[in-house]
T-cell receptor, first 111, second 113 residues
């Protein structure tokens, strides 16, 4: 699985958009980009995933660059409850769905 | 919305004892996973399970670990002879396809004394 690089931490004001970047320059053509988050010590929570097109759901938007070497997760109106560790994970190829978690980005949403 | 449920939420066990962690996946899940997270560290993959057999396992998943889905609903992780270093949060996850989103339970905190 391709390796991902994320900033260790980011801050965001409540009500503003949070834009979390991720680099995955070694991604291969059949690998998806997934985003999960973990609040405190709860189980990771799926947010969104995509292959090459931009995606949007009720939680977030995912913007993938045309060369697929990087992506951005957008939380359009961050709330205090969005404070969490956000993981960008590339998954696909020959794995049976194994998710390889990195250290992620600690997003802190301030009042 | 259906959830993945794990029991117990906290298990305290003496070193050397066997422990069984239980998970009830969402009913339409076909792929099942166990992960663990040692306090302050990354979430680590242990094993994936599909069609009643292990499809992939990590180096952590040695002979002391086993998984099964005996009755078509519960998915269990057994550690035969626990060690101090097995203390961690253990998360179960399930999905409808190998590259579909995985839905995680809230974990079992395993404490080995």
């Amino acid at each position: 699985d391709a390796k991902t690089t994320q900033p260790p931490s980011m801050d965001c004001a409540e009500g503003r958009a949070a834009n979390l970047p991720c680099n995955h320059s070694t991604i291969s053509g059949n690998e998806y980009v997934y985003w999960y988050r973990q609040i405190h010590s709860q189980g990771p929570q799926y947010i969104i995933h995509g292959l090459k097109n931009n995606e949007t759901n009720e939680m977030a938007s995912l913007i993938i660059t045309e060369d697929r070497k990087s992506s951005t997760l957008i939380l359009p109106h961050a709330t205090l409850r969005d404070t969490a560790v956000y993981y960008c994970i590339v998954n696909g190829g020959t794995s049976y769905g194994k998710l390889t978690f990195g250290q992620g980005t600690i997003l802190t949403v301030h009042p | 919305e259906p959830e993945v449920t794990q029991t117990p939420s906290h298990q305290v066990t003496q070193m050397g004892q066997e422990v069984i962690l239980r998970c009830v996946p969402i009913s339409n899940h076909l792929y099942f996973y166990w992960y663990r997270q040692i306090l302050g560290q990354k979430v680590e993959f242990l094993v994936s399970f599909y069609n009643n057999e292990i499809s992939e396992k990590s180096e952590i998943f040695d002979d002391q670990f086993s998984v099964e889905r005996p009755d078509g609903s519960n998915f269990t992780l057994k550690i035969r002879s626990t060690k101090l270093e097995d203390s961690a949060m253990y998360f179960c996850a399930g999905g409808t396809g190998s590259f579909q989103p995985q839905h995680f339970g809230d974990g079992t905190r395993l404490s080995i004394l």
